[in-house]
């Protein structure tokens, strides 16, 4: 599993000076204090600081849920005894995608000018007691997923960031769907899927995250 | 089964640029053709109805991804139609889409082709989807100040001939292709209203293709391109001119 994944497309980031300070104050700068993730990146771009590093803000709290991702399934293939065949082909596959998610963010963040943030400790509880416990958590997480970016990326000044926001939560869409055909859930419950605030998102995630 | 190693890597996003929209916006001929063509006009928003329409009823536990969120800027109302212009005409283009996906569905458990319950319940389910996105898109087309398009004359004879395994498959393929042309506008729409409203409905369609192309049997990225997960981590999107050429054959001339 590589961190280091190179997207071209990503690396023609253009990021707009405006200044974003409604999403930045009611949301952005949270994502430090809640979760200990560090201060705040500081902003080598001139444009980007003086808009307040919203869109790098963003990308850095999707960051941290790819993490989060990425760490449950990695920890879920090794942990999780008995999954059948199906079962531990899509927890691969997912594992798989969310790591490329977690590259494809920080080379983004790193390119912008930013500092991509760290991987916070997790904790996934009694999550890997069996099949059906890990397709439960996994389904908060996917669902969670599609909730966190559909409700960020409005705020996304960026075309090129807003494209890599949309092509990562059609697939954590499409994750979302997986499992809940695998836990004979309806995989499109909605008509319109939630839009989740940063709060919203960081307060149902804070239970995995290790203090 | 071991999992499928060829998933890692070589997938790139391909950032939507340079497509039909582009060239409309640049070329005033082809954008006259398209507004004529999709029947776009001006003016105003105001998303009420979508946004209302975005509830929270889901009741799997399963599902704890927090609540509906309200968006704190409200719809911004625009006062020269030219703001509005593109962004009628996004919605109309997912109009055109929702209205073919909508009574496709309709069309399908019409026919009864489809006998088990299961498979009855998704297809009923997608279907209302589709006629729920149907509806917030006409009101999204009035709230900019346009006029929505009439629902096209669909031909879906064949498929409905082919079988239920055809019907599954053209559901399936229909459903990428939605989550595709959703994905290809996302940079495009400038109202961010509708910007919410589009992608709430992009990840329902990204949810149906999943799903169905898994219903059908189909591996995350089967050989016909199509697929669960068709694109790997990160999902193509399709512009507008790719889109209609792919849908016509179930547009009736």
Known sequence: ?211 | MEPDQTMKGANEPRIARGGALDELQRDPSSRATFLRMMGGGSAAVALGTLLAACGDDDEDSGSTGGSTSTPEETATPADESADNAGDIEIVNYALTLEYLEADFYKQVIDSGIVKDKATQDIAKQFGESEQAHVDALISAVKGLGGTPVEAPKTAFEDVLASGLMGVLEAAADVENLGAAAYLGQAGLIKNKDILAAALSIHSVEARHAAALNKLVGRDFKADNGQGSVPDGAFAKPMDMAAVLEAVKPFIAA
């Open chain 1, 1 to 211: 599993m590589s961190h280091q994944i190179k997207i071209p497309e990503l690396a023609q980031i253009q990021v707009r000076g405006h200044t974003r300070a409604a999403f930045l104050t009611r949301a952005t700068i949270t994502a430090g204090a809640v979760m200990g993730l560090g201060a705040v990146t500081p902003f080598t771009r001139a444009a980007i600081a003086q808009g307040g590093g919203g869109d790098l803000d963003i990308a850095n709290y999707a960051l941290t849920l790819e993490y989060l991702e990425s760490a449950f399934y990695t920890q879920a293939l090794k942990e999780v005894s008995g999954l059948s065949d199906d079962v531990k082909k899509l927890a691969t596959e997912l594992r798989d995608n969310e790591d490329e998610h977690v590259g494809a963010l920080m080379a983004m963040i790193s390119d912008a000018g930013g500092t991509p943030v760290e991987a916070p400790g997790v904790d996934f509880g009694d999550s890997f007691k069996s099949e059906a416990t890990f397709l439960m958590t996994a389904n908060v997480f996917e669902d969670l997923g599609v909730s966190a970016y559909n409700g960020a990326a409005p705020m996304i000044e960026s075309v090129d960031i807003l494209g890599a926001a949309g092509t990562i939560v059609q697939v954590e869409a499409r994750h979302a769907a997986l499992v809940r055909l695998a836990r004979d859930k309806p995989p499109a419950p909605q008509a319109f899927d939630k839009a989740s605030t940063m709060e919203e998102v960081l307060a149902a995630a804070k239970p995995f995250i290790k203090a």
